[in-house]
């Protein structure tokens, strides 16, 4: 793992997640780890920053029609559009403030209409791009986006990354099977202290 060939990619920070006032937010707030799943990732950002690492977020948005959903869609995406959350151009679809401050440090794929952060967008075409061989996973929601997302990435030959630490779930419960039970079977579960360390020593 290099700075080079690494990337990290971020799911679902943004207001009606990680707001107080998110129309989502109570849904993952039974974790009670919200807001420290915030404050690591930040901090991984922040110390990132400064190196080659590509940072990516890919945020959903949906029309308020949710034209973009199947007809009559279930789980999730039915109470997503039930609640109106994630409207294209609103507030709750907004970036959460804590990242737009790192500017043009993060780059942003939109197209996201669903779980899959690669569907729609062109995150697969971005990492190949940069030649990226390792990609590191944060945000939420750790059994849905997330899962979605890294086993995507795994099926595209990726090596990932889920940070156990900066990724939140609906219940302690939920989030203690997917990273002890479920993302071992294609990916490396490590916290975001450890993992730049591991950057850290790979690049010495």
Request: proline residues 3%; contains cysteine.
């Amino acid at each position: 793992m290099k700075h080079t060939d690494t990337a990290l990619i971020l799911i679902g920070y943004q207001n009606d997640f990680f707001s107080p006032s998110g129309i989502l937010h109570s849904a993952i707030e039974k974790t009670e780890s919200l807001y420290c799943v915030l404050a690591n990732t930040l901090n991984l950002i922040t110390q990132l920053e400064q190196t080659p690492v590509p940072i990516v977020a890919t945020p959903i948005a949906l029309s308020k029609d949710y034209h973009e959903l199947y007809a009559d869609p279930v789980g999730v995406l039915k109470a997503i559009k039930e609640a109106k959350a994630f409207q294209k151009g609103e507030w709750g679809s907004a970036t959460i403030a804590a990242l737009t401050g790192f500017g043009e440090r993060i780059d942003y794929l939109h197209g996201k209409h669903g779980f899959n952060a690669f569907a729609n967008t062109y995150l697969g075409q971005y990492l190949n791009a940069k030649a990226i061989k390792n990609v590191i996973i944060a945000g939420a929601v750790t059994s849905i986006c997330v899962e979605s997302t890294a086993r995507a990435a795994a099926e595209q030959g990726f090596n990932v990354y889920i940070l156990s630490d900066c990724t939140a779930a609906r219940t302690v419960i939920e989030q203690e099977f997917y990273c002890q039970q479920i993302f071992p079977i294609y990916a490396q579960v490590i916290d975001h202290r450890n993992l730049l360390a591991l950057l850290q020593f790979a690049n010495l």
